[in-house]
């Protein structure tokens, strides 16, 4: 077995773990969001959502991109260097820690300011409140990068993605039942933030996974920190091209339209879950391979492993673009059904993301972060204009046009470094068919005079779609012999037999 093959195993049986997670996590995220989205009024939900964009803000800078260099700088520490391992980690914390608790002290001082700027003095009480939730939520963030270092899924899933959407799912759904005020729910989410830390903490010293020592080594920190800055402006551009339209609309438009604008949002980044959910195993795994040269096994592995991301991603995207208006209408209900143009046109940018696979994590993979802060550069140069001039006149449909153009720009600039550094790209004949194959019938039924009222006709329609596109996939000749080894590999992790399926993909090998 080839060393892609073993690669992509290793990232397939960790995925199927990351992937289960996450879509826990979102499930519950979810629950949440539509329980305050329902029992708060559309202003409230605004406001909420502008606290937390601004504390994502916050967090941006405070990890000072060490959730991203982590899992890579660990995975090549233990190989070349593991003595320094222990000095790594502890230097992380320590810098984190003491970040967090200056960006506490700003937030406090400047809450007034931030709620002038968008015109609501109800998100001063809220970011005097939510801000204390910032160090546990830093530093939960830079325990579980380090354990992806290890190639450990467990902490991320079980805790992150698990304990603490239940936890604050728990808390929202008492602040509902009990009828308490929103105020109610800034608290609630600080407590859950705090909780979810303090089990990491307790489950991390019972393992011994990291070594903790109060003292920072200057030169690991500068090493550490030097490779780490172009990703945290990395994080703020990411993070600019995910929240600006949020932040302008509040500004241009009101609370009232930021919650419309917030139910379509949540969907369509639901879109690249798999995409995050490979990512999370990638670096640690693919960087050996790149350490030891090997780029032809690396872009195997980058080639198989976006073609399936496409294949599982494709019914998601689907429900979303076919049918925006159920989609809406079934999560967050009726009184959210203006945003359904929007949720087309940013489901549209989201699929272009995940379609060109994790082009920029290989780039940080092959030691090039900086490659990703040029294209990130003009994908927001490019969002914020479009944003000033769409979102007076078009309100939330300029402001998803010009998300997903954001995208677009940053993910053909990312696509086009990589190749040119290393030869990868994702499109071999294997990953073209499938993708022309499932555009065209995407026309096909958007153009049918088809009427969908419910969540379930969508459904039944999306099946009548796979049930076309699953076998023109198979006659095109799209399925390579590592297909058939990643089906093994599930089948193996699963404990159960897919004969059917093995026998079907050996056929069309």
Not at 178 to 194: D, E, K, M, N, S
Request: hydrophobic letters at 55%.
């Amino acid at each position: 077995m080839s060393e892609a093959s073993q690669a992509l195993q290793k990232i397939a049986r960790g995925t199927g773990i990351v992937f289960a997670g996450t879509v826990i996590s979102m499930f519950f995220g979810f629950l949440s969001r539509a329980v305050i989205a329902r029992y708060f009024s559309t202003g409230e939900y605004g406001v909420f959502n502008l606290a937390l964009t601004v504390l994502n803000v916050a967090l941006v800078i405070v990890m000072l991109g060490f959730s991203n260099s982590l899992p890579r700088e660990v995975a090549f520490y233990r190989e070349k260097e593991p003595q320094k391992v222990a000095d790594l980690t502890s230097t992380a914390l320590i810098i984190v820690a003491l970040n967090s608790l200056f960006w506490v002290g700003v937030l406090l001082l400047g809450a007034d300011e931030l709620a002038g700027l968008f015109n609501d003095d109800r998100l001063i009480y809220a970011l005097r409140v939510v801000v204390f939730a910032l160090p546990f939520w830093a530093l939960t963030g830079v325990i579980i990068a380090i354990s992806r270092g290890f190639g450990r899924v467990r902490e991320k899933v079980y805790i992150q993605n698990v304990l603490y959407p239940l936890i604050w799912l728990a808390l929202v759904l008492a602040i509902a039942l009990l009828r308490l005020p929103f105020t109610a729910v800034f608290w609630g989410y600080v407590i859950a933030q705090f909780l979810t830390f303090a089990v990491l903490l307790l489950e991390i010293r019972r393992i011994g996974l990291i070594t903790f020592s109060l003292s920072v080594r200057r030169e690991v920190a500068k090493e550490l920190v030097l490779f780490s800055v172009p990703l945290m402006l990395v994080g703020i551009l990411n993070f600019l091209m995910t929240w600006t339209d949020t932040l302008m609309l509040g500004h241009y438009k009101g609370s009232e339209v930021v919650g419309l604008y917030n139910a379509a949002s949540p969907l369509a980044r639901l879109i690249p879950v798999f995409l995050g959910s490979a990512g999370i195993l990638y670096a640690p795994i693919v960087t050996p391979l790149y350490a030891r040269g090997k780029i032809e096994e690396m872009g195997r592995v980058y080639r198989i492993l976006t073609k399936w991301i496409f294949f599982l991603t494709l019914p998601l995207f689907a429900l979303l673009f076919l049918f925006p208006e159920v989609a809406i209408s079934f999560f967050f209900g009726q009184k959210y059904l203006a945003a359904a143009q929007a949720l087309r046109i940013l489901s549209v940018g989201f699929m272009f993301h995940t379609l060109l696979g994790l082009n920029g994590l290989s780039l940080l993979v092959i030691g090039q972060p900086k490659l990703n802060m040029i294209g990130d550069t003009f994908a927001v140069i490019s969002n914020v204009v479009l944003n000033l001039l769409l979102i007076p006149e078009y309100g939330m449909t300029g402001a998803a046009v010009a998300t997903a153009v954001s995208y677009f720009v940053a993910n053909v600039f990312r696509s086009f470094w990589l190749y040119q550094r290393t030869g990868i790209h994702p499109f071999g004949w294997s990953y073209v068919k499938p993708l022309v194959i499932g555009f065209l019938l995407l026309g096909l039924v958007m153009v049918s005079p088809l009427q969908v009222s419910n969540i379930w006709w969508a459904i039944l329609v999306l099946a009548a779609f796979f049930g076309v596109y699953v076998p023109l996939v198979l006659l095109s000749g799209s399925v390579d012999k590592e297909d058939v080894e990643l089906i093994l590999a599930i089948e193996k992790r699963l404990g159960v037999d897919l004969g059917i399926i093995k026998k079907v993909l050996k056929r069309f090998v």
